[in-house]
């Protein structure tokens, strides 16, 4: 009996130790240490992409909204959690933070907490006019702070094969392209954000944005030319302008005719992004997946396999890998804020096009924002 009672309380005692060592070695592994700014439709995503990342320690959730808090604190019951970012920055000891809040607010606080010399993995649009985007950027290089915006959809298979297909020219050569994006997207949906319903050309600034990015991605080149218009639909529940249609003329030849809607006639997500090339065409055929291609004279069309993943997760955590490794200097910078910041313009530039009914070329936009130090590197 006293035999049994020893071997228990040895059995105890090395399960104690076992656990203890896990979990600073745990600690050790976990390097990057992070608060999470914004707890809304998105931020559930980066928490649990975070969350799934063995290297990340998240110290603290943000969020001004104390409702918002109360659902992270069921799930995240551990985490400390902060309404102002100020009293998360006095509290915690981190090393960068993923931003997800809305645009409204990106640059006051990238600016908090560059001062507070944490790195940000930021979500998209960086801001909504040039000159915070840009002030954001260059307070990042002055600083020497890491900043990276979550152009997350970039690592999805189906957008690498997109961009390889391009590339390689198994098509032949690509010449015009015709992508299409519609959806009844009401706008009141349940856990769904609110802010786009009366943000100006929330269209253009919160989601055309992650498809201008795409094509500047996957043609692999920046944009020359752009002209636009933008249209509210009757039934729409947005107070700006819901759908916008886009010509990029680019530097490489190519050319992109763009619409996109967030107000359909139908509720039902539909995308088509088709590349005609010289000896045939690629066709994305759903967002996110069903890439098929036909060379001219085929009479069908065939599928090309993709790996799986889930969008805005497993993209997610590239991205996130990517960042970390470039926070180690293991590796380069990925979707950094001058990367955005090539989109951002020619989003903001589609805004001056069609307000002034005319077609905008990028380099007198980059010329008269003062862009052109910033991006002397990238433009070839
Ligand atoms: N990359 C993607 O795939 C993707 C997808 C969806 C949204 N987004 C982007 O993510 C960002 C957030 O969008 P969302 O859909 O989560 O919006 P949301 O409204 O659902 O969430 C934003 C959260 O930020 C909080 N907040 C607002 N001001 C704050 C402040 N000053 N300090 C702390 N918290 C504050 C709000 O209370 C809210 O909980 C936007 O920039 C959006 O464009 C990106």
Same mark, same amino acid.
């Given at each position: 009996?006293?035999?049994?009672?020893?071997?228990?309380?040895?059995?105890?005692?090395?399960?104690?130790?076992?656990?203890?060592?896990?979990?600073?070695?745990?600690?050790?592994?976990?390097?990057?240490?992070?608060?999470?700014?914004?707890?809304?439709?998105?931020?559930?995503?980066?928490?649990?992409?975070?969350?799934?990342?063995?290297?990340?320690?998240?110290?603290?959730?943000?969020?001004?909204?104390?409702?918002?808090?109360?659902?992270?604190?069921?799930?995240?019951?551990?985490?400390?959690?902060?309404?102002?970012?100020?009293?998360?920055?006095?509290?915690?000891?981190?090393?960068?933070?993923?931003?997800?809040?809305?645009?409204?607010?990106?640059?006051?606080?990238?600016?908090?907490?560059?001062?507070?010399?944490?790195?940000?993995?930021?979500?998209?649009?960086?801001?909504?006019?040039?000159?915070?985007?840009?002030?954001?950027?260059?307070?990042?290089?002055?600083?020497?702070?890491?900043?990276?915006?979550?152009?997350?959809?970039?690592?999805?298979?189906?957008?690498?094969?997109?961009?390889?297909?391009?590339?390689?020219?198994?098509?032949?050569?690509?010449?015009?392209?015709?992508?299409?994006?519609?959806?009844?997207?009401?706008?009141?949906?349940?856990?769904?954000?609110?802010?786009?319903?009366?943000?100006?050309?929330?269209?253009?600034?919160?989601?055309? #944005?992650?498809?201008? @990015?795409?094509?500047? &991605?996957?043609? !692999? =080149?920046? /944009?020359?030319?752009?002209?636009?218009?933008?249209?509210?639909?009757?039934?729409?529940?947005?107070?700006?302008?819901?759908?916008?249609?886009?010509?990029?003329?680019?530097?490489?030849?190519?050319?992109?005719?763009?619409?996109?809607?967030?107000?359909?006639?139908?509720?039902?997500?539909?995308?088509?992004?088709?590349?005609?090339?010289?000896?045939?065409?690629?066709?994305?055929?759903?967002?996110?997946?069903?890439?098929?291609?036909?060379?001219?004279?085929?009479?069908?069309?065939?599928? #090309?396999?993709?790996? @799986?993943?889930?969008? &805005?997760?497993? !993209? =997610?955590? /590239?991205?996130?890998?990517?960042?970390?490794?470039?926070?180690?200097?293991?590796?380069?910078?990925?979707?950094?804020?001058?990367?955005?910041?090539?989109?951002?313009?020619?989003?903001?530039?589609?805004?001056?096009?069609?307000?002034?009914?005319?077609?905008?070329?990028?380099?007198?936009?980059?010329?008269?924002?003062?862009?052109?130090?910033?991006?002397?590197?990238?433009?070839?």
């Amino acid at each position: 009996m006293y035999v049994d009672g020893k071997v228990a309380n040895f059995a105890l005692l090395f399960r104690n130790l076992c656990r203890t060592i896990w979990k600073k070695g745990d600690r050790l592994l976990r390097r990057h240490r992070v608060i999470q700014v914004g707890c809304g439709s998105r931020g559930r995503q980066w928490a649990q992409v975070l969350f799934e990342h063995p290297e990340v320690e998240v110290v603290a959730f943000v969020d001004t909204d104390p409702e918002k808090l109360a659902d992270f604190a069921v799930k995240y019951p551990d985490i400390q959690q902060y309404e102002l970012l100020t009293d998360a920055l006095l509290r915690e000891s981190a090393d960068f933070a993923v931003l997800v809040t809305p645009p409204q607010v990106h640059k006051e606080q990238c600016l908090e907490l560059f001062d507070a010399n944490l790195d940000i993995l930021a979500e998209k649009p960086l801001a909504l006019n040039i000159e915070d985007a840009v002030e954001i950027v260059s307070t990042a290089q002055n600083k020497n702070r890491k900043l990276s915006l979550s152009l997350n959809f970039r690592f999805l298979p189906v957008s690498q094969s997109y961009r390889k297909w391009i590339s390689s020219e198994t098509l032949g050569s690509p010449s015009f392209s015709l992508y299409h994006y519609g959806v009844h997207r009401g706008g009141y949906g349940k856990g769904g954000n609110r802010y786009p319903l009366t943000l100006k050309d929330a269209m253009i600034l919160d989601q055309s #944005i992650h498809h201008f @990015d795409l094509m500047r &991605y996957c043609f !692999d =080149s920046e /944009i020359e030319a752009v002209t636009a218009r933008s249209w509210n639909p009757s039934w729409s529940v947005y107070q700006s302008d819901s759908v916008v249609s886009t010509i990029f003329h680019m530097e490489n030849g190519m050319n992109a005719v763009y619409l996109g809607s967030w107000t359909s006639g139908w509720d039902k997500q539909c995308v088509t992004w088709r590349t005609d090339c010289s000896e045939g065409v690629l066709i994305m055929r759903q967002i996110h997946s069903d890439l098929v291609y036909a060379r001219r004279t085929d009479t069908d069309l065939t599928p #090309i396999p993709l790996e @799986d993943a889930v969008p &805005y997760i497993d !993209d =997610s955590k /590239i991205l996130l890998d990517r960042f970390l490794n470039a926070r180690l200097d293991e590796g380069p910078l990925e979707c950094d804020g001058v990367d955005h910041l090539l989109t951002l313009a020619a989003s903001l530039a589609c805004i001056e096009a069609r307000d002034q009914r005319r077609e905008v070329l990028m380099s007198d936009y980059y010329r008269e924002n003062g862009l052109l130090k910033l991006f002397e590197d990238r433009l070839k």
